[in-house]
């Protein structure tokens, strides 16, 4: 079964899924504020679209490859700290350029974050349950995409479309630094380092 110390790994993991897709999806809903105030076409706004995954999809690829060599904990809560910085950041774009820039390195370390987080669950639980624990921290993301409307439509109208970005960078420096407080080595990273918990 599972111990306190899963149930604890679980929810830090998914707190943090969470606002990987609050932070990735919140673009296509303040899009609208971002085109009127930053000039921007259809297409820039697609490019700035496609930035964000394009960066998920390398970030995925050469973080697991980090995490491999330092540690998946470090690589973690690293990436975790980085997107939450560059969400925040994005409040200050002024160009397309630099909306560009952001939403690629952002994405960057939201994908490279996710592979990492559901490795190292799947370490620490009993190989029956391995599947339902990453499809309940996967849950997390999906509910982060679903409150990326709700919130914008909330804070937009007052604080424009940066407090969008202002808060959820802010809440995913929050959980950063749980997961810098609470989060375990990779069993397997510490075995293969011959390191001593």
Request: hydrophobic share 55%; net charge positive.
């Amino acid at each position: 079964g599972l111990s306190g110390f899963n149930y604890r790994l679980i929810v830090l993991s998914w707190l943090i899924t969470v606002f990987d897709g609050f932070d990735m999806m919140m673009i296509s809903f303040t899009a609208p504020y971002m085109r009127d105030e930053l000039g921007l076409d259809k297409m820039m706004l697609g490019n700035v679209f496609s930035a964000g995954l394009f960066g998920m999809m390398v970030g995925g690829f050469a973080l697991a490859y980090v995490g491999d060599r330092i540690g998946r904990r470090g690589t973690i809560v690293a990436a975790a700290f980085a997107f939450g910085v560059l969400t925040f950041l994005t409040a200050f774009a002024r160009s397309y350029e630099e909306l560009l820039l952001l939403r690629f390195v952002d994405g960057f370390a939201i994908g490279g974050m996710l592979p990492l987080a559901w490795a190292l669950n799947i370490e620490f639980v009993p190989t029956r349950m391995r599947s339902t624990v990453v499809t309940v921290i996967m849950m997390g993301y999906s509910l982060g995409t679903a409150m990326a409307g709700p919130v914008t439509v909330w804070l937009a109208p007052q604080y424009g479309w940066e407090g969008v970005f202002m808060f959820g960078g802010a809440a995913t420096l929050v959980c950063a630094a749980f997961l810098l407080f609470f989060l375990p080595e990779s069993v397997r990273f510490l075995v293969s380092k011959r390191m001593r918990t």
